[in-house]
């Protein structure tokens, strides 16, 4: 079963997207400043042997590289990691792991990695795969750089999902505690099979050992089918979305939840909030902190013409949504947002001039369409971002699931300004 993060629930995230005119895409040439370009299209080689298809979040190491994953292409067919290197104005791709390296045996290296890659503090990095490993249902991996430049990554599986009461499904990427233990959802599977939250403990000679935080579905009501990572706090709490769960009879439309540790598992869940076709719905995307403590996620569904919309949650536990409106505006947010100091950066996967999806600013209730996806011909610019930003210097960076320069695969692009963007 596929459970990509930003497909299953598309076909009650749009009920009516009409023509309403709440914020205006502005085309590029209108940007001023802000310039956009393509930096790597996928598929450019045959059989999309360089990967298919990003959906994740990229990470960025000193010197300016980036990685990221592909849940499709590879030399398999199976996803790849890759990484970008700049070079005198362009960007070189190598594609650091082809996953599924045994099919015969069901790629007990794992395939279809959906989310984006972690670093550890000596440079690995670690990630999860939506299927395969021991029992075909995902891991968690680690890739090794090599100790020769130019050489091979070696890969290695740090968990295999699917054991009798374990998680199932991870479409979610990592976060590293301060203790090197590593922490992440996956979107089924657990004692009520309504998805987990784990955490991954090293051990003596290389092992690890899993903890099950909390085994979601036990009552629908407290949410059930996490899809986004974690995030913590300063206390050491946790904080999450689900996709599904909040209202008993029905299924509910998500929930907003916190896991306080606890001397003995599970840990302990508060629901801060449960939403509704009224506040938006269905929170694909991972929580973010302002400077003041207060909390953001977005929302794929509903709200005004059903298009999600940005949600706040503020310390002192009061609510608010900025909506998307659908075309022109914005649509279907998958990813979460990046926020520097009053300004919020993302991307909806919908909606835009031309539907294929928007990168967005919003400052307060006021929301700037930076750029519309698939303003190309063919979408050589690409179309459908679903993967939160990151920023280097006076540039933002992301993927983009569908479209390029080959008319499939997907792109990595950067959004540039002839200054900082807003901190």
């Not at 979305?241 to 508060?270: C, F, I, R």
């Not at 949650?313 to 947002?337: I, K, M």
């Amino acid at each position: 079963m596929s459970l990509t993060p930003y497909g299953k629930f598309r076909c009650r995230t749009l009920p009516v997207l009409g023509a309403l005119l709440v914020g205006l895409a502005l085309p590029s040439a209108a940007l001023g400043q802000a310039q956009y370009s393509v930096l790597y299209s996928f598929c450019s080689s045959a059989n999309c042997a360089d990967g298919a298809g990003p959906s994740g979040q990229l990470v960025s190491d000193k010197l300016g590289n980036l990685y990221g994953t592909t849940a499709g292409g590879g030399a398999y067919q199976a996803g790849t990691v890759f990484e970008l290197s700049p070079s005198n104005g362009n960007w070189t791709e190598t594609v650091l792991y082809n996953f599924c390296l045994n099919k015969v045996r069901d790629c007990p290296d794992g395939y279809n990695p959906v989310a984006g890659p972690t670093f550890d503090n000596v440079g690995n990095l670690y990630g999860t795969t939506q299927g395969g490993g021991a029992y075909g249902l995902g891991s968690v991996f680690k890739l090794t750089p090599p100790s020769t430049q130019g050489a091979a990554w070696t890969e290695a599986v740090v968990w295999s999902f699917g054991a009798q009461g374990d998680g199932k499904e991870p479409v979610s990427n990592l976060i590293f505690d301060a203790s090197g233990n590593l922490y992440g959802t996956t979107s089924s599977g657990g004692a009520y099979n309504g998805g987990t939250a784990f955490q991954l403990v090293p051990t003596a000679g290389g092992q690890w050992s899993e903890n099950i935080l909390l085994s979601f579905g036990f009552d629908p009501f407290n949410g059930y089918d996490p899809r986004a990572a974690v995030a913590f706090d300063t206390s050491g709490n946790l904080y999450g979305t689900t996709v599904e769960g909040g209202a008993h009879g029905n299924d509910g439309w998500g929930v907003l939840y916190k896991l306080s540790p606890t001397s003995q598992l599970p840990w302990t869940e508060t629901v801060l909030f449960r939403f509704r076709t009224g506040t938006g719905a269905n929170p694909l995307s991972a929580v973010n902190f302002d400077s003041g403590g207060n909390l953001y996620c977005t929302l794929s569904a509903w709200g005004v013409n059903g298009a999600g919309g940005v949600f706040r949650l503020t310390s002192q536990g009061r609510e608010h949504t900025v909506f998307f409106s659908g075309t022109p505006d914005g649509a279907s947010p998958a990813a979460g947002v990046l926020i520097h100091g009053n300004t919020l950066y993302g991307t909806t996967e919908l909606g835009g001039s031309v539907n294929g999806g928007a990168l967005f600013k919003l400052e307060g209730a006021t929301k700037t369409i930076l750029y519309s996806f698939c303003s190309e011909a063919g979408c050589a610019d690409g179309t459908h971002p679903v993967a939160t930003l990151i920023s280097r210097s006076n540039s933002l960076y992301g993927t983009a699931v569908d479209g390029g320069a080959n008319g499939k695969g997907g792109v990595v692009f950067e959004i540039s300004a002839g200054s900082r963007f807003s901190y």
